[in-house]
């Protein structure tokens, strides 16, 4: 039987539409430097305000870090991550306005990304939730011709709606989770480019598989390394960070090529380049730490047998 939802969460889900639909109709307009002042007061109330993000992140920084970084160090990434949360979440509406004038304006794409971009090939892209993911999306429709990604479902699904109808904008096509494998194999199998978010947790129970991460096993979905092994797709690890002066950088720093995945052990490779791929997260983390959503319960699951000495109060 379904739980009877409580007053409070049924008014928040009828208010959340209608703040979404004034989010899309103000902030578009904003100029960008009011937009990007927005996003740091947004941030800074996160961090003063939510006791449970503070001690949420600070667990993640301390595994992450250990004693390398100061106690002072670790709130001054914090609050800068949960800015640049808030300004990823506005630059999906703001984009949404003129979005291939301002992503010309606003994104600088390096010429690695802008080359591998330019083929027509199959490829699986990987991000993570680290500089503004949004927009690294919208520019791989674009520069592709189409993009299929995956989104889990929000719980209001009003809200969902409108975010799907923001993220399509440029050529990219939202699937559901549920049923998701056909449609991506499809698409690879067509020649086009798949788009995936893997720094989630992925519960083993549901297919994760544990990676090294930060020196402690985090589970991780095998999706980009099963898809490429069989499709026969390139895999493709990009970000866009954000730049003192309000512009993104759009990075293409590691390619893993369909020839190098195809000579690879079909019985092995989805774990091997699942390992690779969380090691590329990380060497990015490690060089901008404050672009990453450390607010996030990443190191969730411990695998059996191993003690919890190490992980964060949440991992179970």
């Known amino acids: 039987m379904a739980r009877k939802k409580s007053l409070g969460l049924r008014l928040r889900q009828a208010l959340e539409a209608p703040a979404m639909r004034l989010g899309l109709a103000v902030v578009p307009r904003l100029p960008r430097g009011a937009m990007r002042w927005l996003a740091r007061r947004l941030g800074d109330a996160a961090y003063l305000v939510s006791a449970r993000s503070r001690r949420l992140g600070l667990a993640n920084l301390d595994l992450a870090f250990g004693a390398a970084k100061t106690p002072a160090e670790k709130r001054r990434i914090l609050r800068a991550s949960l800015r640049n ?57 674009l520069a592709a011709g189409g993009l299929t990604s995956v989104a889990m479902p ?40 798949v788009g995936l978010l893997l720094d989630q947790n ?46 993104y950088r759009g990075e293409l720093p590691h390619v893993i090529p369909a020839e190098e995945i195809a000579a690879m052990d079909r019985a092995t490779a989805a774990q091997a380049l699942t390992q690779r791929i969380t090691g590329f997260y990380e060497e990015a983390i490690r060089a901008h ?26 991992a179970k």
């Open 85 to 141: 949360f808030s300004l990823t979440m506005l630059d999906l509406l703001w984009f949404s306005r003129n979005s291939e004038a301002r992503m010309a304006r606003w994104l600088d794409v390096a010429p690695a990304m802008r080359d591998v971009m330019a083929r027509r090939v199959a490829r699986v892209g990987v991000t993570g939730h680290f500089g503004n993911w949004e927009l690294v999306g919208r520019y791989w429709a």
């Open 154 to 193: 929000l719980k209001n699904p009003a809200v969902g709606e409108l975010l799907q109808e923001a993220r399509e904008l440029t050529g990219q096509q939202i699937v559901a989770r549920e049923g998701a494998l056909k449609k991506l194999v499809r698409a690879l199998r067509d020649g086009g480019t």
């Open 202 to 247: 992925t519960d083993p129970d549901e297919g994760g598989t544990f990676a090294d991460f930060f020196g402690k096993p985090a589970s991780v979905s095998p999706a980009a390394g099963v898809l490429a092994s069989m499709t026969g797709a390139e895999i493709i690890f990009a970000y866009a960070l954000p730049m003192p002066d309000g512009t």
């Open 289 to 314: 730490p404050e672009c990453w959503l450390w607010s996030y319960k990443r190191w969730r699951h411990v695998p059996p047998g191993m003690p919890k000495d190490g992980f964060p109060y949440y």
